[in-house]
């Protein structure tokens, strides 16, 4: 028996394993509108027919200036609806569950427009610097992730997740290199989750489904958040009822990061234990028996696979091969699996 392949329910929701298609941009909005292309649907239906259990799409602009690039996906209208409830009619065809990323780039934005964030700070040198938020702002943007909710369950997503990693607005919020508000959302911790803690209860009014939020766990920085920060965090998440935090890192300010195989995974490991949220594990996991371990070991209840699943779409066949499990195939291709 695999644990990587063992089911868990979530909520109301049950993923047939433990393998997630990691949220990742595409690019792939040509016309700049938002909408889903063919690319789209392909790509991650693909990852479906390869048995993966819970299909997630790239981040989706919950606001247009919230674009990372304007080939982003969107949210932030009702006519995206039509094409995302295409795209989970396709998912579900094949048995897995799907998932979508509610998101604002903030200051991280790269467009012809202005950009915001919690204050007038430029990533870089080379980055556009942003207008800094007005409370009025603020509360547009937390409405806009409410609207993102309701249109994710209108289009037929079986859960959400809500960015609040890699250095996106919601994460300036959260980080003290980034955050330098001296209003309610920013000075002390308890301050600057407040804009994170907004859009969870938002989002609620419209959305009783799985809610995950995905955090950088390390800001590769002296002065930014500790991993006691994001442990309150995440209990603070968990009381208002979260139920995974998917752990990635990085992204907040330039910093060079040793990236190797598991390299995220202790802090990972760290959340799960102190705060009893169920959590992600994300970062160069590449092998089926290294995601067995993960599973196996309990250092996290879902593992996220990124660059792997572009590499592969049936990554989820080979680790099952890895392990000597058998699972079953889509019937149109049981003379090539069996």
């Not at 006519?79 to 604002?104: D, F």
Request: aromatic share 8%; charged share 25%; with cysteine.
């Amino acid at each position: 028996m695999s644990n990587l392949f063992s089911a868990i329910t979530i909520k109301d929701v049950e993923l047939k394993n433990r393998i997630v298609m990691s949220p990742m941009c595409m690019y792939s909005c040509y016309n700049r509108d938002g909408k889903i292309t063919p690319f789209h649907i392909t790509h991650l239906t693909s990852r479906a027919v390869g048995q993966v259990g819970l299909v997630m799409t790239e981040a989706i602009a919950v606001m247009p200036e919230g674009r990372i690039s304007p080939e982003d996906l969107g949210i932030w209208n009702d006519e995206h609806v039509a094409g995302l409830k295409e795209l989970n009619e396709q998912i579900h065809a094949y048995g897995a569950k799907s998932a979508t990323q509610l998101a604002h780039a903030g200051r991280k934005a790269v467009l012809d427009s202005a950009i915001y964030a919690p204050s007038a700070l430029p990533f870089n040198d080379s980055s556009d610097t942003p207008v800094e938020m007005t409370e009025e702002a603020i509360q547009k943007t937390i409405e806009a992730f409410k609207n993102g909710a309701r249109r994710a369950k209108e289009a037929g997503f079986d859960i959400i997740e809500l960015h609040g990693a890699h250095g996106y607005l919601i994460n300036q919020f959260l980080s003290p290199l980034t955050n330098k508000r001296t209003d309610k959302y920013g000075g002390s911790k308890e301050n600057r989750y407040r804009f994170l803690s907004e859009i969870i209860e938002t989002v609620q009014t419209e959305w009783n489904g799985p809610l995950f939020v995905r955090i950088s766990t390390d800001e590769y920085h002296d002065e930014g958040n500790t991993l006691e920060d994001f442990i309150y965090f995440a209990k603070e998440m968990k009381n208002q009822g979260i139920d995974l935090i998917d752990c990635s890192s990085g992204g907040v300010v330039p910093a060079k990061i040793n990236s190797y195989p598991g390299y995220q995974l202790p802090r990972c490991q760290k959340i799960k234990y102190e705060t009893g949220i169920a959590t992600g594990a994300v970062g160069l996991i590449t092998s089926g028996l290294q995601a067995e371990e993960i599973i196996q070991n309990e250092r996290a209840d879902l593992v996220f696979i990124g660059r792997s699943l572009l590499r592969n779409p049936y990554w989820a066949k080979c680790a099952a091969d890895e392990l000597g499990y058998s699972i079953n195939p889509p019937v149109q291709y049981k003379r090539g699996w069996s």
